[in-house]
């Protein structure tokens, strides 16, 4: 039968306008840095051979149903991730962060170093096209890179190559459940498969452009594996080759570099459509030259059948092209060592599937699911209600149970027998022929020179230990002596079992034995020691193990005594503390002779240098550990009392207990509380002056624009106040709602029924009035803590009438600058609370900035650091909003707060709370690492100034009247800041954070 001569036309035409383009695009030889090919081989960037025992990272950036289940049901990556986004409740980001979990502990540097370890020099990295493409935008995506990124950085710190694999392609190129083909089923029918239909063969050109374009000049990385398994649709097959050029084509417009890896069809077994020399595929595809001049075909093979390989190498050997074996496994161990062996005879690259699994053996590490795993799995399958608490557990399972050296996992050393490549190794040489370890000087385990029973793992310490110990088992190592006389030897040892464990190094007639107590983790390592006589000269000595269940990482052989850890002791040994303090630890490591010694402990129930803060009431253990050995110390967190008066003011982070919640800086000065999740909620001590109603008012802020709701609960009764997300985390605004309060001492918890809001106060008045009843009052209280700006002070909790802190340490040279609306020109009474031990300070009330100078006020010895009393003088003060200082021209003593009262008539002055109120200033985002955003700029602000805590002028512009300012932060240090903008009626300032 003819072909029909106009589709034979057209397809001549296509492949024409395909060979113009990689006329266009010649692949140079311009790699003198790349691996490449040179004929039927492989070669490194010097011209010589490299053979590839490669090893494929399954089920890391694409999943495969069967290896997140435990079962061969049809699932992708796409349905597996939408049923995890059901078990989280809908919750999208919840299960983009599993997601993102699992990758990052999937694979590690740990799992790269034991893959080199156990003698693989390459990696397969199987990965879904849509890590770097973005339908939304219709354009390239660079969200895949960081995790390659972190890989290329593992293997070129071990010496390792890597092979990029599109696993899963736009369109599905095959109806396999590894494609992510949505489309299929169990049964796999190919008309689902659209790789080739529409604009998918352009899309995932334009995915390799983009990773060719980022990874140009990347040596670690050796090829480009275009497509996964391609399985065309029924009578499509011959459009596999024209494909691959077109996705080829758009690599080298880049990227001249890096080898082509092109897998032939059928699941990678047929590779005659890749024949360019076949007269059926020539006729077919139009096709009948060399695509690529750095070309590596692939095969796939997972049946017994060792022979069907001869044909596709002929071919590739026709060809003069390299073959891989790309993919096999998922047999018994016979069948894989047949084919490791016939692709190690044939000079044929290998790469096993797959390194790591879930729930399955024939892999060189197995994951065992805990039960909440099992439990997602079983509401997976079943349905129901989704499991308590899964994704915490989930996050937990990421962290702890996946990532090479986390426990349970299970190693495989038949299935590494059956894929290693053992072709080269020497015979086994005898103690005598090796080369010997000098002593001093460290032995690893696993470099002993015969032994039995024993086998390696690899050690969470890096490298490998021996284990998998049973009584009566020995290595021998050979050493030579330099003089004879006692040594120490110290051995590392770990232990998963309970109880007492020995171990031994017998060397001719003399055993040094140690003893330790189990570690409760085969990977969790400590050092024990013991003496031993050694001999001069050469000799052959031999690790014994009289008990089972013993680890090993190294032994040490040291002249005369090494300290070695045995005892830490965390001071203070017990600490009693309030709401908000904090302790700092320390730790002091005792040798075994109990001298001290240098450490750097890992801490638990602190930060990571040992800082204890008190968040919520309790007891608790502080714990310092290194190398097996541990410390602890006891804290006791008890309510902090200190009562605001209401009505008045609760600051959000004076709280007595809290449960879930952070503080941190607040654009409208000191802190605000943050990071809430539904269901927390923060406790304050307040003294209700009179029962009755009280408006609560809440300042709150919230990113986004959705519904949020805020809580006060109060002697049984609740109060709810509803708003509109502000925008911004910073972005600032004020709610209410009525609440009745009995009088007296009491609790009140703020509570947060939904997640994603900020609270900076709340403040109490009576119903239908203001937290201040009256709107001129004749005198007005600051609290000496409650400046916007300072440099050298600290605080301290108070003994004075009414609780609360105070600022002290005060040194000659320290101020602090507070915010204050004075209403009119007259004379003032400032009077002071001051406290000292011995006297001879001084407080001087100034503009803020070396402004005009108000008065000067001695301060004399009151007989202590809490002897509070009141010293008072008379000042003039102008009109306005302004800023005022307290200086400290000398120190020595402590200030509670000062007021302003009024002589002449004049209304009081306003504190920086109203001033702030009052403005509408505001910044994002906040905190910042680069730009930060001002809003609420007027055409009257003239200047704008940035100052660091100690009062450095940070940085000082003009401004041009706009409403609204970027202003580059990016050269100025982490830290707090305070941005100053100076308007023809007064100053206006705002903290912000420079991350």
Avoid at 352 to 358: A, D, G, L, T
Avoid at 446 to 457: A, D, K
Wanted: proline share 4%; with cysteine.
């Amino acid at each position: 039968m003819k072909k029909n001569k106009t589709n034979l036309n057209w397809k001549t035409a296509t492949v024409m306008a395909l060979l113009g383009l990689a006329v266009m695009y010649p692949s140079t030889r311009l790699y003198a840095q790349y691996i490449h090919t040179n004929g039927t081989q492989i070669v490194d960037e010097n011209g010589n051979d490299i053979y590839f025992t490669g090893m494929n990272l399954g089920n890391w950036l694409l999943w495969e149903g069967y290896l997140m289940m435990g079962d061969f049901n049809y699932r992708t990556h796409t349905q597996f991730f939408n049923s995890v986004k059901d078990a989280f409740g809908g919750d999208l980001n919840q299960a983009i962060e599993f997601e993102h979990q699992w990758r990052m502990n999937y694979v590690t540097e740990q799992a790269i170093a034991d893959l080199k370890v156990l003698g693989f020099n390459s990696v397969r990295v199987p990965f879904h096209y849509n890590l770097f493409w973005d339908y939304n935008s219709n354009a390239p995506s660079d969200r895949g890179f960081a995790y390659i990124d972190r890989l290329v950085n593992f293997c070129r710190a071990h010496d390792m190559y890597i092979l990029l694999d599109m696993h899963a392609a736009p369109g599905y190129q095959n109806p396999g459940d590894h494609s992510d083909n949505v489309n299929s089923n169990a049964s796999q029918p190919r008309e689902t498969v659209t790789f080739w239909d529409g604009n998918n063969v352009n899309i995932a050109a334009d995915v390799w452009r983009h990773i060719a374009d980022y990874y140009q000049n990347e040596p670690v990385i050796w090829g480009y594996d275009l497509i996964n398994e391609p399985v065309p649709q029924p009578g499509r097959e011959f459009e596999l080759m024209a494909s691959m050029i077109t996705m080829r084509n758009a690599i080298r417009q880049v990227d001249n570099n890096h080898i082509i890896v092109a897998e032939g069809s059928w699941w990678g077994s047929d590779m005659q459509k890749l024949d360019w020399m076949d007269p059926e595929t020539q006729n077919q595809s139009g096709i009948n030259y060399r695509w690529d001049n750095n070309l590596v075909y692939q095969t796939h093979h997972y049946s017994h059948d060792v022979s069907a390989l001869n044909g596709r190498l002929a071919i590739c050997n026709k060809l003069n092209v390299p073959m891989i074996l790309g993919e096999y496994g998922e047999s018994d161990n016979n069948n894989l060592r047949n084919m490791t062996d016939w692709c190690i005879n044939n000079d044929v690259d290998y790469f096993p599937w797959s390194f790591k699994k879930m729930s399955h053996d024939k892999t060189l590490w197995t994951i065992h699911p805990n039960d909440p795993y099992n439990d997602l799995k079983n509401f997976i399958n079943s349905g129901g209600n989704p499991p308590a608490n899964i994704y915490n557990d989930m996050i937990a399972f990421c962290q702890n149970n996946i990532a090479n050296g986390a426990p349970g996992l299970t190693w495989d050393q038949g299935w590494y027998d059956a894929v290693k490549n053992d072709s080269s190794a020497p015979p086994a040489p005898t103690c005598a022929d090796v080369n010997a370890s000098q002593i001093p000087g460290v032995i690893e385990a696993e470099s002993y020179c015969s032994m039995s029973g024993l086998q390696m793992e690899a050690s969470a310490e890096g490298g490998q230990n021996l284990g998998f110990a049973d009584p009566g088992d020995w290595a021998d190592y050979r050493i030579h002596v330099p003089s004879a006389g006692n040594y120490t030897i110290l051995f590392r040892v770990a232990s998963g079992d309970s109880g007492s464990k020995s171990i031994e190094l017998q060397a001719g007639n003399s055993t040094a034995t140690a003893t330790f107590t189990a570690t409760g983790g085969w990977q969790t390592y400590t050092t024990t020691t013991a003496s031993l006589y050694l001999g001069a000269g050469t000799q052959t000595i031999r690790l014994y193990f009289p008990d089972s269940g013993v680890n090993i990482n190294w032994i040490e052989v040291s002249t005369g005594t090494v300290a070695v850890l045995s005892n830490i002791q965390v001071s203070p040994s017990n600490s009693t503390l309030l709401i908000g303090d904090s302790q700092q630890f320390t730790a002091t490591g005792l040798d075994q002779n109990g001298n001290p010694m240098s450490i750097s402990p890992t801490w638990s129930g602190t930060n990571a240098i040992g800082l204890f803060n008190a968040t919520s009431t309790g007891s608790y253990t502080v714990t310092a550990s290194q190398n097996g050995v541990s410390g602890s110390a006891t804290v006791t967190v008890n309510p902090n009392n200190t009562a605001v008066n209401l009505p008045g003011t609760v600051q959000a982070e004076s709280y007595s207990a809290m449960s879930g919640i952070q503080t941190e800086a607040c654009s409208e000065g000191g802190e605000n509380i943050g990071y809430v999740d539904a269901g927390d909620w923060a406790d304050y001590s307040v003294n209700v002056t009179s029962a009755g109603s009280y408006q609560v008012q809440f300042r709150v802020a919230a990113d986004g624009s959705d519904s949020k709701s805020i809580q006060l609960q109060a002697g049984g009764t609740t109060a709810t106040a509803n708003f509109s997300a502000t925008g911004g985390w910073q972005n600032w605004t004020t709610v209410s709602t009525t609440i009745s309060l009995s009088a007296g001492s009491q609790t009140v918890r703020l509570y947060f029924p939904v997640s994603g809001l900020n609270v900076n106060y709340v403040a109490f008045s009576p119903d239908g009035g203001t937290t201040d009843p009256d709107p001129n009052p004749t005198a007005l209280l600051i609290q000496a803590e409650d400046y916007f700006e300072m440099y050298g002070l600290q605080t301290e909790n108070t003994s004075d009438t009414n609780g609360g802190q105070n600022v002290g340490w005060i040194d000659g040279g320290d101020w602090a600058g507070y915010n204050v609306n004075v209403p009119a020109t007259g004379t003032y009474t400032v009077s002071y609370r001051v406290a000292s031990q011995n006297g001879g300070g001084q407080i001087q009330l100034e503009g803020f900035g070396g402004g005009a100078v108000y008065g000067t006020m001695n301060v004399n010895a009151t007989g202590g650091w809490q002897t509070w009393t009141t010293v008072s003088h008379s000042v003039q003060l102008t009109a306005g909003q302004q800023q005022l200082a307290l200086a400290f021209p000398s120190g020595g003593f402590n200030l509670n707060w000062f007021e302003i009262a009024s002589v002449s008539g004049a209304r009081t002055a306003n504190t920086g709370a109203d001033i702030l109120s009052q403005s509408s200033l505001t910044c994002y985002p906040n905190p910042t690492s680069d730009q930060l955003t001002l809003q609420g700029l007027t055409a009257d602000d003239s200047h704008l100034s940035i100052y660091s805590l100690d009062g450095r002028m940070q940085l000082d512009q003009s401004l041009s009247g706009a409403s609204e300012l970027r202003v580059n932060v990016s050269a100025l240090n982490p830290g707090v800041f305070v941005l100053r903008i100076q308007g023809a009626t007064g100053v206006r300032s705002i903290q912000f954070v420079k991350r």
